[in-house]
């Protein structure tokens, strides 16, 4: 049963990421509509970076169970035996979030910026 569950939770969380690249792709593609597609490209850059770098500071902060000093703080205990990742996993997971991420992005703002000039090319077309 055990295992039954845990393939369950993993499709989710599969469907979960995979809601999340269709929500950038979407995005870009609906902004680069309404303005230039660099700005989009940046503005991209600049949101999945941050969400990256979250995701990276975030991994692996040792739980403490059992505290020396509450005023100053200090631990006695850790929940994780006080796990640190290094920094080579830090740079990982930045860069599998980026990835993750910004691709999304940049083919959402080159298919918005293809759909802008289908539209273009129909409104010249139809002055004519």
Known sequence: MELLQNEIFKALGYLFIAGLVYFAWNTAREETLKKDFKEILFKGLCWCAGIAFFASITLGSPTCEEQTDPVY????????????????????????????????????????????????????????
């Open 73 to 128: 703080g200090g631990c006695s205990q850790y929940a994780d035996d006080g796990y640190e990742p290094t920094t080579e996993q830090r740079v990982a997971k930045f860069a599998y979030f980026m990835t993750l991420f910004y691709i999304p992005v940049v083919l959402g703002t080159f298919k918005g910026e293809k759909e802008k000039g289908i539209a273009n090319y129909a409104k010249q077309n139809d002055k004519d």
